[in-house]
């Protein structure tokens, strides 16, 4: 494909005088299901979706080789559906990652644009939501109150990562306001560490978002991505995995704070109005897989969550139970099949809150079933 592309871009008059020193390589994943929901809105209902796995995306990556170990680098990452080919992200070109920077193989790397926050990069990997290996986007924690499942990406930012140091990998974001005389807000900060030593990998990482629902539209959140509009959100994770053959166990501890909370679950169009005062979510998900054969995996997680919410009608302690399941039956090394299912109960507490898997409509229960099946393609 990269061999391809370069001919192409040489061939709509691009500049090519330096191929030997510079690459470009176009990429993608299209994942197309079926999806069985118990109870949506009151009726069960039957869906072809896009992306119940692993969004579906494609991309540029690619380098300019400057000398001395040093290289300029970039990414471009668009997210679409399969099912109607319309894009995601809020109608982004490039709403996965957008970036430009300078990578050094001795010093580490420092791009600007549109990129993953720290929580995402040392602690989501640990996870099963979206990115463990056979997770799934139906296991988002609720209203994916942490981020692990990408909800928003960080707008105007700037990121540095290390290289590795003998297992050890650390590093930090800022995400400007781009406001003037308003510094802080709509600004966002994470940082965030990761250590690998042979079966064990563990990660930790810190993220503080400021008006994040502001009126100012430039900042580092665009509003369309959060699932909370509040003054403030914190979020403390940690994570660790252990291998064991071929079977692999997790454990994950995230904690959300939200100060002068106004609206929950806005983008689902829950939009739970609060008194402008405060949240916290707790989450304790432990997961495991395990490799059947070669091509055959099974992987699930359990996830509790306890939360407190001060509304109108006073304090209230939701929690939620959920249990995903998912087997991945690998083709070849570009195409596999998915069968997973998720179930998610609560306990409301008088909140007025309702069972809501991820990425579908509100039960109108405390309990919610989704089944799914599909197929991933990689380019």
Same mark, same amino acid.
């Given at each position: 494909?990269k061999?391809?592309?370069? +001919?192409?871009?040489?061939?709509?008059?691009?500049?090519?005088?330096?191929?030997?020193?510079?690459?470009?390589?176009?990429?993608?994943?299209?994942?197309?299901?079926?999806?069985?929901?118990?109870?949506?809105?009151?009726?069960?209902?039957?869906? *072809?979706?896009?992306?119940?796995?692993?969004?579906? #995306?494609?991309?540029?990556?690619?380098?300019?080789?400057?000398?001395?170990?040093?290289?300029?680098?970039?990414?471009l990452?668009?997210?679409?559906?399969?099912m109607?080919?319309?894009?995601?992200?809020?109608?982004?070109?490039?709403?996965?990652?957008?970036?430009a920077?300078?990578?050094?193989?001795?010093?580490?790397?420092?791009?600007?644009?549109?990129?993953?926050?720290?929580?995402?990069?040392?602690?989501?990997?640990?996870?099963?939501?979206? +990115?463990?290996?056979?997770?799934?986007?139906? =296991?988002?924690?609720?209203?994916?109150?942490?981020?692990?499942?990408n =909800?928003?990406?960080?707008?105007?930012?700037?990121?540095?990562?290390?290289?590795?140091?003998?297992?050890?990998?650390?590093?930090?974001?800022y995400?400007?306001?781009?406001?003037?005389?308003?510094?802080?807000?709509?600004?966002?900060? =994470?940082?965030? *560490?990761?250590?690998?030593?042979?079966?064990?990998?563990?990660?930790?990482?810190?993220?503080?978002?400021?008006?994040?629902?502001s009126?100012?539209?430039?900042?580092a959140?665009?509003?369309?991505?959060?699932?909370? +509009?509040?003054?403030?959100?914190? +979020?403390?994770? *940690?994570?660790?995995?252990?291998?064991v053959?071929?079977?692999?166990?997790?454990?994950?501890?995230?904690?959300?704070?939200?100060?002068?909370?106004?609206?929950?679950?806005?983008?689902?169009?829950?939009?739970?109005a609060?008194?402008?005062?405060?949240a916290?979510?707790?989450?304790?998900?432990?997961?495991?897989?395990?490799?059947?054969s070669?091509?055959?995996?099974?992987?699930?997680?359990?996830?509790?969550?306890?939360?407190?919410l001060?509304? *109108?009608?006073?304090?209230?302690?939701?929690?939620?139970?959920?249990?995903?399941?998912?087997?991945?039956?690998?083709?070849?090394?570009?195409?596999?099949?998915?069968?997973?299912? =998720?179930?998610?109960?609560?306990?409301?507490?008088?909140?007025?809150?309702?069972a809501?898997?991820?990425?579908?409509?509100?039960?109108?229960?405390?309990?919610?079933?989704?089944?799914?099946?599909?197929?991933? #393609?990689?380019?």
């Amino acid at each position: 494909m990269k061999k391809t592309l370069v +001919i192409a871009l040489c061939a709509a008059g691009y500049a090519c005088g330096v191929q030997a020193q510079s690459s470009v390589t176009l990429y993608g994943v299209i994942d197309a299901g079926l999806s069985y929901t118990s109870n949506a809105k009151g009726h069960a209902a039957w869906q *072809a979706g896009s992306g119940d796995v692993t969004g579906s #995306h494609w991309g540029f990556v690619g380098h300019e080789d400057l000398g001395g170990g040093t290289k300029a680098i970039f990414q471009l990452e668009n997210g679409f559906s399969v099912m109607n080919g319309s894009l995601r992200q809020g109608g982004r070109e490039f709403g996965y990652q957008a970036y430009a920077g300078l990578s050094n193989n001795r010093f580490g790397t420092v791009t600007l644009g549109r990129q993953y926050d720290s929580v995402v990069d040392y602690v989501a990997p640990l996870s099963f939501t979206g +990115i463990h290996p056979g997770g799934n986007n139906f =296991s988002a924690h609720p209203f994916d109150n942490d981020n692990l499942n990408n =909800s928003f990406r960080v707008n105007n930012s700037v990121k540095f990562t290390s290289t590795s140091y003998e297992g050890l990998r650390f590093g930090t974001l800022y995400g400007f306001s781009n406001e003037a005389g308003g510094f802080d807000d709509n600004r966002l900060y =994470s940082f965030g *560490a990761a250590y690998n030593a042979g079966p064990l990998s563990l990660g930790a990482g810190y993220l503080q978002a400021n008006n994040g629902g502001s009126s100012n539209t430039n900042g580092a959140l665009t509003l369309t991505d959060r699932t909370f +509009i509040a003054a403030q959100q914190r +979020i403390y994770g *940690a994570g660790a995995n252990y291998t064991v053959g071929a079977a692999r166990f997790g454990f994950v501890w995230t904690r959300t704070q939200l100060g002068g909370l106004d609206t929950i679950n806005g983008a689902n169009s829950l939009g739970l109005a609060e008194n402008g005062q405060g949240a916290s979510f707790n989450n304790y998900e432990v997961n495991a897989s395990y490799a059947l054969s070669p091509a055959l995996s099974l992987t699930g997680e359990y996830t509790y969550t306890d939360a407190a919410l001060s509304t *109108a009608s006073g304090q209230h302690h939701p929690k939620w139970q959920e249990v995903s399941v998912q087997t991945d039956y690998i083709l070849s090394k570009r195409t596999d099949l998915y069968l997973q299912a =998720s179930y998610q109960h609560i306990d409301s507490d008088g909140s007025g809150l309702t069972a809501d898997v991820s990425g579908q409509a509100l039960s109108s229960t405390d309990q919610q079933v989704v089944v799914g099946v599909g197929m991933r #393609h990689r380019f």
